[in-house]
């Protein structure tokens, strides 16, 4: 059976089911003529082979797909591959199971996907995680052996997590410490978005290669741009507008984290465009400063109050697109019309916040202020 029949049978509108294709299309950046393509990719009768490992780690990716509060993505990906391992999914256990495993890796060889979760402890031969009693490192190196690709899903399989901070008592490493002759994927977040996940199988289905990826593994779609770039508090940074006390009234105001130890300025992540959950949340939005969780050298290093570096508080391609033709006659009338218009929006936006100030409280300025934090 088709996926696109199968969703239907499970109550998945054909409408919901193409919403969410034309979303993971966005999400990849593609144009939205490229939505038939992703829609066709989406429903193809093949459904590649995908076996599931879970090592040292809380379960929280596979809990943020599957408890989506609209479980279209889970429910997409799902039908369109085949998931043949999967130890919190799947109804048999024991040794049931692992026939399952064995026989799959055997049976579809060169081909499958490996969907790697959680951390890989290395230290006195990896025996502080073990599962049907091989060590983590057993059983992925011999998943790994036959896999088409890996993807590390979540901060831990992709780069330790939160089992690698300091002292690491077990000695976990990310996948790609352990295999390194692989096609390997990194989808970091703790927990990462569902949508990064589903685009990024999309993509392979749809292209039949990975996406571009960066130095970390990390597909550029998704983690190709800082999300201060497109964070809703961005104009209070601007404007130097800084909560500073958690519940005081310039927090209550929803002014920038970035006093509060924000790393949304080193952090590359698509959490401010995409957010989570299909109702438009995100950490930042709901008032707690963004910990880097996508990012190796900060989250479980960087203590969540201590503020980071900021070295381009504007980024380059942000600017107003130079007019050749008019060189030298001034901006075109439309990006001054577009600037006016912002300028006046953030005016009137800072007036009002000023006009509701409680008295005596002035709205920080940053660029006096916090001049030896922002090192351009
Ligand atoms: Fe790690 Fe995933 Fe954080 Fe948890 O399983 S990325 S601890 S949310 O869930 O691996
Ligand atoms: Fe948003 Fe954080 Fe950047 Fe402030 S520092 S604008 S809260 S991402
Ligand atoms: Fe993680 Fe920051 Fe996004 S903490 S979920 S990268 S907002």
Same mark, same amino acid.
């Given at each position: ?22 979303? =993971? ?65 799947? =109804? ?56 088409? =690709? ?29 295999? $390194? ?27 039949? $290669? ?74 930042? =939005? ?91």
């Amino acid at each position: 059976m088709a996926p696109e029949d199968q969703l239907l049978r499970s109550g998945v509108s054909r409408r919901d089911f193409i919403k969410t294709c034309v979303a =993971a299309t966005a999400v990849m950046g593609l144009p939205f003529g490229m939505v038939a393509r992703v829609v066709e990719a989406a429903q193809a009768p093949d459904r590649p082979p995908v076996i599931w490992l879970h090592f040292q780690e809380c379960t929280g990716c596979s809990e943020s797909l599957l408890r989506a509060n609209h479980p279209t993505p889970a429910n997409l990906l799902l039908d369109m591959i085949s998931l043949d391992y999967h130890e919190t999914l799947m =109804a048999g256990s024991g040794h049931q199971a692992e026939k399952s495993l064995h026989d799959s890796l055997q049976a579809n060889r060169g081909k499958y996907l490996l969907v790697v979760e959680g951390a890989i402890p290395t230290k006195e031969n990896g025996i502080f995680c073990k599962v049907g009693g091989r060590t983590a490192m057993e059983s992925l190196r011999s998943a790994a052996e036959g896999a088409a =690709a890996i993807i590390c899903i979540g901060t831990c399989a992709s780069f330790g997590g939160i089992q690698a901070a300091a002292p690491n008592p077990t000695g976990a490493v990310g996948v790609g410490e352990i295999i $390194k002759d692989k096609p390997l994927i990194t989808i970091p977040g703790c927990p990462p978005s569902p949508y990064n996940l589903l685009s990024t199988v999309l993509y392979y289905l749809t292209f039949k $290669k990975l996406p571009e990826l960066d130095q970390l593994g990390r597909p550029k779609f998704a983690y190709g741009r800082r999300i201060h770039e497109h964070c809703e508090r961005r104009p209070h940074f601007d404007a130097g507008r800084f909560a500073k006390a958690y519940g005081d009234a310039t927090h209550a105001e929803g002014y920038c984290l970035y006093k509060l130890g924000c790393k949304g300025p080193a952090t590359y992540a698509n959490c401010s465009v995409q957010r989570f959950n299909d109702v438009g949340v995100w950490p930042v =939005a709901v008032g707690h400063p963004c910990i880097g969780c996508t990012e190796p050298e900060i989250v479980f290093r960087t203590a969540i109050a201590d503020k980071v570096q900021i070295h381009e508080p504007t980024p380059f391609d942000s600017y107003a697109p130079v007019d050749l033709k008019n060189k030298g006659k001034g901006p075109s009338p439309l990006t001054t019309g577009i600037i006016g218009l912002a300028a006046g929006v953030a005016l009137g936006a800072g007036a009002m916040m000023a006009g509701r100030l409680p008295d005596g409280e002035q709205a920080d300025k940053p660029h006096q202020e916090d001049s030896h934090e922002r090192k351009e």
